[in-house]
């Protein structure tokens, strides 16, 4: 082997080692499955799944109605439950696992549809994790590091994994001119997505028009109709979900938009570093006016940029359509320009040893610039990726006693939210609580519901009547008898509360208190 050979062999192995130890990471994480987000609506979807398969009702409330929670991985994490007896919990770190791996190898076999060298799909990797801004941020369907750590568990990190490989199943469907079997089946599977996580749908949609649209050759019309009808299978799909009416969602807005308007901030701070994928964008563009990566990517921030001048903030989402594109082709032109340069290096060192080399054709842009450009190249990806593994840091926390780690990285750490396991002991499954907001998040993970929903909720009909009932509950001025009756109306048999955070106070007889748990928060029963 040349020593160009040696060094690009090592180079790659490397790159290998380091993305395997981040893997190894986040399985390390899945054991702790730190508490953070949605997690709690995701427990109580498997709980209600768990209990009643065919109609489980809503998940946070006892109501009987439809909820896009119900996707089909969701039913089969709850069928998997009700058959093992395994706790929501355990079932979830079984999920975790399998969006792990889905992910993982939807990232490399994605990767090697746009490249033949070894390097690009664990840089890519690295660069998906890492490539984001010097401000932590985290959010579900967005795969930095510290984000995916607490959100692995989700149906967005399954539908993430399942769309790189149907952007990768399609790209070599596209270019193969494949049966018919092969377009019925990426019909379902884009329906699965939209299904499992809507915006992860979005994303995946426009990533498959990119893919469609990038195509080289053009596809015949043969397979454009071949494609035409796996999609109109997915749409049939998507209509005959029985959990929930998909296309009810598209009307759907309202409480979303205010939630998603941080989406819109500090886009520097959280995404800066995937600059550095724009720029290899732009080089691909000079190569390729229709390349699938550069029209992804403008795809997806024409979508963000619309929706945060439109107001429509939910439409946020669809970021990662921009942020992926943009952090593969920083991992692909860089593993390309890095190995045309050792290449290059290697082949002068055997043309000097053996004869003199005789004149070569004229060479590409790529291969003229590649030894000029592969060390600074490389360079300032290495120090992107350390900028944004620096900011992540603290994600070693959730594996790691926090007393073990260095004071820097330590300082980081975030701890996760504590959870209300504390109050199991006395609260059964199907008993209905009053809580505010927040412990309205994680309560109906052990099985109970609450009167309003933690979350939006558009399937249920009186959301706005029982958000209504909790705020005057716990309002300073709501008189006794008031707060008595909204307990009665909704079959209140516990209250959770914050000493002086409003509602019938300690001493009232229509309470009695249980036990105190995290925070100081108090567990009542309603005895009157």
């Not at 009810?248 to 994928?277: K, M, N, P, T, V």
């Amino acid at each position: 082997m040349t020593p160009g050979g040696r060094s690009r062999s090592h180079w790659v192995w490397g790159l290998r080692a380091v993305a395997g130890i981040v893997a190894a990471l986040l399985l390390a994480v899945v054991v702790r499955l730190p508490w953070a987000g949605d997690l709690g609506i995701h427990a109580a979807t498997i709980e209600r799944l768990r209990h009643d398969p065919l109609h489980p009702g809503d998940p946070l409330v006892d109501a009987d109605v439809p909820s896009p929670y119900y996707s089909p991985w969701t039913v089969l994490l709850g069928c998997l439950a009700k058959a093992t007896g395994a706790g929501a919990f355990g079932v979830l770190r079984f999920a975790a696992v399998v969006g792990l791996v889905l992910l993982l190898s939807g990232i490399w076999h994605f990767v090697r549809t746009l490249t033949k060298r070894r390097a690009a799909p664990p840089l890519a990797v690295l660069c998906v994790l890492f490539l984001w801004g010097p401000a932590l941020f985290a959010w579900s369907g967005f795969l930095g590091l510290n984000s995916l750590a607490l959100t692995v568990s989700y149906p967005s990190t399954f539908a993430l994994g399942l769309s790189f490989h149907l952007w990768a199943c399609l790209r070599k469907a596209l270019r193969a001119g494949s049966g018919w079997g092969v377009f019925l089946g990426l019909g379902v599977l884009w329906a699965t997505v939209l299904l499992t996580h809507q915006f992860t749908g979005v994303v995946a949609s426009l990533g498959a028009a990119a893919m469609l649209l990038g195509s080289r050759p053009w596809p015949s019309r043969a397979t454009l109709c071949r494609l035409g009808v796996g999609a109109a299978l997915g749409l049939l799909v998507l209509a005959a979900w029985p959990y929930y009416s998909f296309f009810d969602l598209l009307g759907a807005g309202g409480d979303l938009e205010q939630i998603h308007r941080s989406l819109y901030r500090d886009l520097l701070g959280r995404f800066g570093l995937a600059f550095l994928g724009v720029a290899a964008l732009a080089l691909r563009f000079r190569r390729d006016r229709r390349d699938p990566l550069v029209l992804f990517f403008a795809l997806g921030a024409v979508v963000f940029a619309a929706g945060g001048l439109s107001g429509h903030y939910s439409w946020g989402r669809v970021l990662p359509a921009a942020l992926i594109p943009a952090q593969v082709a920083a991992a692909v032109e860089v593993a390309a320009v890095v190995g045309a340069a050792g290449a290059a290096g290697a082949a002068r060192a055997v043309g000097t040893a053996l004869a003199p080399l005789p004149t070569a054709p004229a060479r590409s842009p790529r291969r003229v610039l590649a030894p000029a450009l592969a060390p600074a190249l490389a360079c300032a990806l290495t120090a992107a990726l350390a900028v944004g593994a620096w900011a992540q840091a603290g994600t070693l926390g959730y594996v790691f006693p926090r007393g073990a780690l260095p004071a820097a990285v330590a300082a980081k750490y975030r701890p996760p939210w504590p959870g209300y396991r504390w109050i199991t002991p006395w609260v059964r499954y199907g008993d209905v609580v009053m809580a505010k907001t927040f412990p309205a998040r994680q309560i109906p993970a052990y099985g109970a519901y609450t009167v309003a929903p933690g979350y939006p909720d558009f399937f249920l009909p009186d959301e706005v009547a029982r958000e209504d009932a909790v705020r005057r509950y716990f309002a300073p001025g709501t008189p006794r008898a008031e707060r008595v009756e909204v307990l009665r109306r909704y079959g209140v048999r516990w209250v959770v509360a914050y000493p002086g955070g409003g509602g019938l106070g300690e001493g009232d007889p229509a309470l009695r208190k249980v036990a105190v748990g995290v925070r100081g928060q108090v567990l009542y029963r309603v005895v009157g």
